[in-house]
């Protein structure tokens, strides 16, 4: 075999795996239930980029929940943008908690702040 043609075909398994691995990483809506969850909680921290925006709130009984969001993009198609939420402010959101285990994380579909509704994946409501 050509080295010309082993140096494409071994760029190509490296290109494939890259690319399943990135499948597997973005799973989607698969680790969260069915059943629609709403969590209505204090802002602790937050953070804006790829590959989800992602809130950490803490809700009345003490305990912090993982919030994700949407991709960036999404988001402010959705008009949410780092600047319409701080650290501190009181938000709803409505989404899926995840299925497997005893986690305290949620993916979310809406995200309310004050009275504005951010609906970041209007084709799921």
């Not at 949407?70 to 198609?77: A, L, Y």
Request: aromatic share 8%; proline share 4%.
């Amino acid at each position: 075999m050509k080295t010309s043609t082993l140096a494409v075909k071994l760029l190509c398994g490296v290109v494939l795996g890259s690319v399943a691995s990135v499948a597997l990483a973005h799973h989607g809506w698969i680790w969260y239930g069915n059943d629609p969850f709403e969590l209505t909680a204090e802002v602790v921290g937050k953070r804006f980029g790829n590959p989800h925006d992602e809130l950490t709130l803490r809700d009345a009984d003490g305990q912090e929940w993982y919030v994700l969001l949407s991709p960036p993009g999404r988001s402010r198609r959705a008009g949410l943008s780092d600047d319409a939420v701080q650290v501190g402010d009181t938000v709803t959101a409505y989404g899926h908690r995840r299925s497997e285990g005893n986690n305290f994380e949620m993916k979310t579909e809406r995200l309310k702040v004050g009275d504005k509704v951010y609906n970041l994946y209007p084709d799921r409501s």
